[in-house]
């Protein structure tokens, strides 16, 4: 077994108290052309090709990835990207996972719980001989929800109980408790929405470009998602699509793998036909609360939060006009090109040099997660410099040169468990485990300081973009999609915090490439 995972997921992720939304979740959008334009069809293609997937990993019939076709990784991650859901807690949350064993791999835990203007419902996606419902069935309950909703009275409107999910995790947890002692009810709502393969969320709300996309997948209005779902799939009312994850159970590229699989085989219904079968358990089903005062109080409260959450970020997506092609025909690394870019960029606007965090796989070891690679180290920080007080093009190219080979090395021994940061936060848990003083090093403003520079490569290959919001106030968190023809970025800020905002760095990173492309090119 792994001895860092579970004090990861414990520490980084489920004993954190701030909202999940904006400060653990990820999000990916649409490939680049959607085959229909209306939701229903396009979500019953979408659900269809999401339970084939799963089928795969409970079935045990999922290849491994594979790095340069011979080295297998650690597949334990898929496990979670279906029918999870964390639970709040007072001082930490919990995991449930539904139990996939073929007893219990029934209707519950093939189901998708559907979210169309904050009114829930569970929708089983498995018809009663086991098949998985066809695209035009899934179709016919989609655009069933969708009808009940608008004829609802409004008197029989639910409460939007989700947008708890937004709040601060202690906060949530008490009003979790008490939805669940409420009623025998409420408690099995919780129970449904826990069973779940994934949430999916029907908005309507328009997305004009991608940045606007990345907006409503990564947060929408705060009250249609279950942010505690370990997988939700959004459904434009134009037919576009995109997904938010929870992060805690796993990292980008497996939800990545799974999001490729859906793009690359969905076929959208070609009607809505509904479910034929008499049997009211295959059909849509409302979720009613049993609310009190407490509960209604909670959930106004987070309402108002999820306002306030919603309005605090700058996000950015663009993509550059040229992308790994061109700048492998530089002889130089994508990814160490890239980050170098981010110094620059960042020494130009800001001064300085940001404590860079990017993400590194350990998926080479049993239930591995992630190992820091600090791209802001002493090579990377003369070349910035260099470059932001306009040195010589062939003393900025050796510069550039030594950085990235540099950040390449650190890449390759962070992956195979030779970086220095999950080493240390182990040796810091061990040591307030123990119950003696913690080392004066874990004290120090070094070692406390937090990433100004959040940053994170995502091989997804047919999502335009996703992203993560910051982890400083004043900092930046950047995803980035290296493709052949262009590299997408998202970036987002924290509006009052980092100067400049997130698309005026953007702007600075792309001079920025453009600037070392002449210099190498010269």
Known sequence: TNWLTPWWEEFVYLRGRTPVSLYSN??????KTSPTTDPCLRGGGALHQAMKFRDLIVSEALTPDVIGGVVPLCSRQYGYVFNVCRHPGKDTD????????????????????????????FVPLRNEDGSIMTPEQIAGSLAKVRSVVNNMKPSDRQPPISTCTTMDRTEWSR????????????EENIRLITNSALVTTMDDTPAQDMSQSGQLYMFGDGHSRWFDKSLTLIINGDGRIGWNLEHSVSDAPVPARMIDYVFENEQPATAAEGISSSNPALQPRLLVWDMDDKITKGVDSGVKQAAAEMNKLHLHIEQTAWGKGLIKKLKISPDAFIQMAMQVAWTRTRGGHPNTYESALLRYFAEGRTETIRSCTPQASLFASAMADGESKQDCKKLLQEAAKTHSKNSREAMVGRGADRHLFGLMIQSRLNGGQVPEMFQTEAYQQGFELSTSQTACRLSMAGGFGPTSFSGYGVSYFVQEEGITFTITSFK?????????????IWQAMQDMKDMLQG
Request: aromatic share 12%.
């Open 26 to 31: 990820v999000f990916a959008l649409d490939k």
């Open 94 to 121: 919990v995991r449930v996972r539904a139990d996939l064993s073929k007893k219990q791999d029934g209707l519950e835990a093939c189901s998708t719980i559907v979210c169309y203007q904050d009114q829930w419902f």
């Open 175 to 186: 009003i979790f408790e008490a939805l669940k002692a409420r009623s025998n009810r409420n």
């Open 496 to 508: 009052g915090g980092a100067d400049p905002e997130a698309k005026a760095f953007y702007n600075a």
